[in-house]
Each structure stands twice: as C-alpha cells, then as structure tokens.
C-alpha cells in the first residue's frame, strides 16, 4: 500500500448490474441504484451499446494499473503484458508520476459512493493534493478534450463530490481531470469555487431529466 494512503473512512464495495441496457449499482437487496455515467449518457441520447474496443482495454488497465499500484503494486506483476497493457502501464507511469506522487493524503481509490436513493458511482481517486480536499478522474484518449467536451465530466465529479460529502460529511474542494493521450501528453483540468458550485446544480438538472425520462 502506497505510504500516502490514509484509512480515513469505511468504503464499502457495491456489485453492479444492468437492466434495459442501464448499469445499476446494488446498494442493499432493496436498494439499486442507477450510476452517474447512465444518467449522463441516458440524458445525452447516448445509445449505450457497449463493445470492447482497443481503447477502452487501455484505459481499463490504466486505472487497474493505478488501483493497484496505490493499494498492493505486486498485483501489477500478475497481468499478461500485452501490448495493450504495456501502453496503459507506461501512461499510469506518467499519471503516479505528475499527480499521484504530489497528494499529500490519499483517502480512496476507485471508491464506490452513492447519494441517498437517487444515485451511485465510482471515484478515481481522493484525497489532499495541493492542500485541497480533491477528486480526480484519470481519462486516456487518442487527443485532449476542450472544456465544452470535459463538460460532462465535470458533472460526473460533482455527482461523485456530492455523494462523497453526503456519505462522510466531507467537504470536497475541486475536482481534477487528468487528461492523457497515447503518446504521454497530459494535462490537468480543474474545477474549484463557483465553477464547481455551477457543476453540483447542472448536475441535479441532469438528474432530474433522468428521472422524468424512467
């Protein structure tokens, strides 16, 4: 376990499923949740036809690369070095390198949170870095995102701040996106104050659309 990591609070782990192609998290045997990403692709006209692709393979190993190097790196060593997972490797190297090894707390990684009976979702990654309490999500693609096509991805952070708060009594500052192409440029994208304030409400916008459509 990485020695910045904290064991500040009791995160539980929820199994997920999926129901007329929405992915829901299960909560208790009563209580299933939808996820954040279904309410922003639902409400989107997003068609959500999942398929393997190369670049989701990458990405995936990435974060698993991340999860484990935080929580038990010898995992790492278990994983068939395909040339997908070499290149996801060699991008969480640059993501331990330029934002993790900068936190100064680490609280949670891949933290699954909910907000009371309306929504549930899987944080990135938690903690103090640059002396704010701090959520980042890690995202690989071919190129960088503009703020107009991060939009969505703010909201997903604050629907995570939200619940995060909620759960724990927590007062999460910014949100970090953590942008990474397949040739190793990076940069880092952030929300803090009244921006993010502004997310939390389009958020619940987001939500209530949700609601009106199920």
Same mark, same amino acid.
């Given at each position: 376990?990485?020695?910045?990591?904290?064991?500040?609070? *009791?995160?539980?782990?929820?199994? $997920?499923?999926?129901?007329?192609?929405?992915?829901?998290?299960?909560?208790?045997?009563?209580?299933?949740?939808?996820?954040?990403?279904?309410?922003?692709?639902?409400? %989107?006209?997003?068609?959500?036809?999942? =398929?393997?692709? &190369?670049?989701?393979?990458?990405?995936?190993?990435?974060?698993?690369?991340?999860?484990?190097?935080?929580? *038990?790196?010898? !995992?790492?060593?278990?994983?068939?070095?395909?040339?997908?997972?070499?290149?996801?490797?060699?991008?969480?190297? #640059?993501? #331990?390198?330029?934002?993790?090894?900068?936190? $100064?707390?680490?609280?949670?990684?891949?933290?699954?949170? /909910?907000? !009371?009976?309306?929504? @549930?979702?899987?944080?990135?990654?938690?903690?103090?870095?640059?002396?704010?309490?701090?959520?980042?999500?890690?995202?690989? &693609?071919?190129?960088? =995102?503009?703020?107009?096509?991060?939009? *969505?991805?703010?909201?997903?952070?604050? @629907?995570? @701040?939200? @619940?995060?708060?909620?759960?724990?009594?927590?007062? +999460?500052? &910014? #949100?970090? #996106?953590?942008?990474?192409?397949? &040739?190793?440029?990076?940069? +880092?994208?952030?929300?803090?104050?009244?921006?993010?304030?502004? /997310? %939390?409400?389009?958020?619940?916008?987001?939500?209530?659309?949700?609601?009106?459509?199920?």
């Amino acid at each position: 376990m990485i020695t910045t990591y904290k064991n500040m609070f *009791d995160y539980q782990t929820y199994y $997920t499923n999926t129901v007329d192609n929405l992915r829901y998290y299960c909560i208790d045997e009563n209580l299933n949740l939808p996820s954040v990403t279904t309410i922003l692709r639902s409400t %989107k006209n997003y068609t959500n036809n999942y =398929k393997l692709t &190369s670049a989701m393979e990458v990405g995936d190993y990435m974060h698993q690369y991340l999860q484990n190097h935080i929580m *038990d790196s010898n !995992k790492n060593d278990q994983f068939v070095k395909s040339n997908n997972y070499l290149l996801a490797e060699s991008l969480a190297k #640059i993501v #331990i390198l330029e934002l993790i090894n900068d936190f $100064t707390e680490i609280w949670g990684s891949e933290v699954s949170v /909910y907000f !009371k009976d309306e929504y @549930a979702g899987t944080i990135d990654l938690i903690g103090i870095h640059e002396n704010e309490v701090t959520i980042v999500d890690y995202k690989s &693609s071919y190129k960088h =995102k503009d703020e107009k096509g991060l939009y *969505d991805y703010y909201l997903q952070c604050a @629907a995570y @701040a939200i @619940a995060h708060d909620w759960l724990f009594k927590t007062n +999460i500052e &910014s #949100i970090k #996106i953590f942008q990474i192409t397949r &040739s190793g440029e990076f940069c +880092i994208n952030v929300a803090r104050g009244e921006d993010f304030s502004n /997310y %939390k409400l389009n958020w619940f916008d987001r939500l209530k659309q949700f609601n009106n459509r199920v």
